[in-house]
T-cell receptor
Framework: KAGVTQTPRYLIKTRGQQVTLSCSPI?????VSWYQQTPGQGLQFLFE?????QRNKGNFPGRFSGRQFSNSRSEMNVSTLELGDSALYLC???WGTGVQETQYFGPGTRLLVL | AQTVTQSQPEMSVQEAETVTLSCTYD???????LFWYKQPPSRQMILVIR??????QNATENRFSVNFQKAAKSFSLKISDSQLGDAAMYFC???????????????FGEGTQLTVNP
């Protein structure tokens, strides 16, 4: 079974631009979560989607948004990029949302904002 | 809010030796799950081991085992017979057992960089 895939793997943008990152979960998985990883703040939860609905959201400004499609693929969008948005963005998928579920992570998208 | 603390930014171990990574957490919940994830240079997060808080028995996965002290809110990872491939950043993570409020959210510690010396 293929793992979680994220595209693109690397991205360079300039301040003020917007960016869209994609995550394809493991086949059959319906829950997708997004995390931001930076050297200063560590790993921080962005949001979680299940069956096309946002179930949970972390403490990030409204510039960060996401969505999930009927095939469970998820996208996250960051508008009006700031230098501080430079980070590794990780997504994780699980079959459901139960507390017994194990989350499997993708390889991440490394975003550099210049 | 829950917090996870890893007080050892870096650790090193000789190949074939044993090393223990520390993790403490703070929560008012009684039902939760704890995890250790490994992040090698490839940046892919890999689940190493998980522990359910309601289980008294410490989890074990091959060379990896945990020492879960619920009263002390401590969750350490022991790696036995360390191998070069164990070199990575290790993250301790917490997940609430209350799905309705926290969903699948993981709260991570700061990480411990493990070096394995040949």
């Amino acid at each position: 079974k293929a793992g979680v895939t994220q595209t693109p793997r690397y991205l360079i943008k300039t301040r003020g631009q917007q960016v869209t990152l994609s995550c394809s979960p493991i086949s059959g998985h319906r829950s997708v979560s997004w995390y931001q990883q930076t050297p200063g703040q560590g790993l921080q939860f962005l949001f979680e989607y299940f069956s096309e609905t946002q179930r949970n959201k972390g403490n990030f400004p409204g510039r960060f948004s996401g969505r999930q499609f009927s095939n469970s693929r998820s996208e996250m969008n960051v508008s009006t990029l700031e230098l501080g948005d430079s980070a590794l963005y990780l997504c994780a998928s699980s079959w459901g949302t139960g507390v017994q579920e194990t989350q499997y992570f993708g390889p991440g998208t490394r975003l550099l904002v210049l | 809010a829950q917090t996870v603390t890893q007080s050892q930014p870096e650790m090193s171990v000789q190949e074939a030796e044993t090393v223990t990574l520390s993790c403490t957490y703070d929560t008012s919940e009684s039902d939760y799950y704890l995890f250790w994830y490994k992040q090698p240079p490839s940046r892919q997060m890999i689940l190493v081991i998980r522990q359910e808080a309601y289980k008294q028995q410490n989890a074990t996965e091959n060379r990896f085992s945990v020492n879960f002290q619920k009263a002390a809110k401590s969750f350490s990872l022991k790696i036995s017979d360390s191998q070069l491939g164990d070199a990575a950043m290790y993250f301790c993570a917490y997940r609430s057992g209350i799905e309705e409020t926290s969903g699948s959210r993981l709260t991570f510690g700061e990480g411990t960089q493990l070096t394995v010396n040949p």
